[in-house]
């Protein structure tokens, strides 16, 4: 599937290990600064879908999983710390010249398999 790079945020925002969702040609993502690199993510656990953000924590090339607690590597999605769910979707970003950060994301619409869950209270 075809990608297209999209506008998001102004780069100044996101600062050391904020979490900030948002939802790009309806994929929910995140994007956080780790160690000064920016990272976007898909904001639906593996485990059981929860959203990373708000609530997640990111630290030390990893995001934690605000439901049970799973971590997964920013650089590649991989699950560590002795779980074995399934790596996260990744998205490219970039930040341009005039400091936005801009995401690629699909140009179609995300599956069920891609939207989070969201707590019933
Ligand atoms: S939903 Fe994320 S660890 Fe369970």
């Not at 600062?15 to 995140?30: D, K, Q, S, T, Y």
């Not at 990893?62 to 439901?67: D, F, G, I, K, Q």
């Not at 650089?75 to 710390?81: A, H, L, R, T, V």
């Not at 074995?84 to 400091?99: H, I």
Request: charged share 25%; glycine share 10%.
């Amino acid at each position: 599937m075809s990608e297209t790079f999209h506008r998001v945020v102004e780069a100044a925002l996101v600062e050391e290990r904020a979490i900030l969702p948002f939802i790009v040609n309806g994929w929910p993502l995140f994007i956080c600064r780790d160690e000064g690199t920016l990272h976007a993510v898909i904001n639906r656990c593996s485990h059981a879908a929860a959203e990373f953000a708000p609530g997640g924590r990111v630290r030390k090339g990893a995001v934690m999983c605000p439901l049970h607690g799973a971590r997964f590597k920013l650089q590649n999605g991989e699950c560590i710390g002795g779980a074995s769910y399934k790596p996260l979707k990744l998205f490219e970003c970039r930040e341009t010249e005039d400091g936005w950060v801009e995401v690629a994301v699909p140009d179609g619409p995300p599956g069920a398999e891609h939207l989070p869950v969201k707590p019933l209270c």
